[in-house]
Nanobody, 124 residues
C-alpha cells in the first residue's frame, strides 16, 4: 500500500522556522522524485519545491526561493522541507507528492501519489 505521510506542521510566528517531513512507503522510493505543494485558504494548490530521484536537482517557487530548502534521506525514505523566515502568506496545507518520472517537477499532473497534508499556520 502506497503511503506518503506528512508531519511537522504547526503554528509559527513571522520569521520563524519549521521543518516538514514526508515519509514514504509502498513504492520504489529510489526512482521517484518528490515535490511539495501547498494550498492556502481560498486559493488553488501551487508547487513549492521539488527534488529529483538522485537528489542532484532541486527546484523552488519564486515565492519561497532563498527561504525554503528541500532535501531527501533515501535511507529513511523521507523528504524534508526546511522552512525559514516564514511569512503569514506561507499559511497553507502542505502536501508532498511522488513522481515516477524521477524528475524535479512542480506540475501536479506529473505526480502519481499524494499525501493527505499537514497544516502550517503563520500567525500575524
Amino acid at each position: 500500500q502506497v503511503q506518503l505521510v506528512e508531519s511537522g506542521g504547526g503554528l509559527v510566528q513571522p520569521g520563524g522556522t519549521l521543518r516538514l517531513s514526508c515519509a514514504a512507503s509502498g513504492f520504489t522510493w529510489d526512482y521517484y522524485a518528490i515535490a511539495w505543494f501547498r494550498q492556502a485558504p481560498g486559493k488553488e494548490r501551487e508547487g513549492v519545491s521539488c527534488i529529483n530521484s538522485r537528489s542532484s536537482i532541486t527546484g523552488y517557487a519564486d515565492s519561497v526561493k532563498g527561504r525554503f530548502t528541500i532535501s531527501r534521506d533515501n535511507a529513511k525514505n523521507t523528504v524534508y522541507l526546511q522552512m525559514n523566515s516564514l511569512k503569514p502568506e506561507d499559511t497553507a496545507v502542505y502536501y508532498c507528492a511522488a513522481s515516477s518520472t524521477g524528475l524535479c517537477s512542480l506540475r501536479e499532473y506529473d505526480m502519481d501519489y499524494w499525501g493527505k497534508g499537514t497544516l502550517v499556520t503563520g500567525s500575524s
